[in-house]
């Protein structure tokens, strides 16, 4: 009898590992997958309002942008930031108040909103003083349409 409980108490932990591990990788790669799915090219300039490094998103201009860094197969999807020269920078330059520009694939939020988030390939951190109309790295940025990984 004892023997018996001790194995559905196993499999009972073993069926509730799989699910939380398919679950934990299906939960973060929705957005990622909405927007490999239907890729929408957005741009999007403006401020960061809020960072959530650990929730892998951050706030511009009210939208919410998802950060990607995810092995799916044989395939890495993450969002690069870069200054305008195209040096890589850590996710920490996302702090509050930067000025960015944000290239990806804008998708819709599901839910009560039905509002349009982005999920970003590549994000620029602007310097503070730059004229973004006078300087010739912004314009060639934004005359690029954002493609997919």
Known sequence: MF????RIKIKNLFVLIILLW???????????????EGWRPAILRGIVMDASLKSKYIIVNEKKIFLVNVHLGKVTYKTSVMNLDGRILSWNA??????????GSAIIATGRSNSIEMVAKEIYVLPGTLSIY?????KNILAKPATPW
């Open 3 to 6: 023997l018996v409980r001790r």
């Open 22 to 36: 398919f679950s934990a990788g299906s939960s973060y790669a929705g957005p990622l997958q909405k927007a490999l």
């Open 94 to 103: 996302l702090s509050r108040g930067r000025e960015v520009i944000v290239k």
């Open 134 to 138: 006078d300087d010739k790295r912004v």
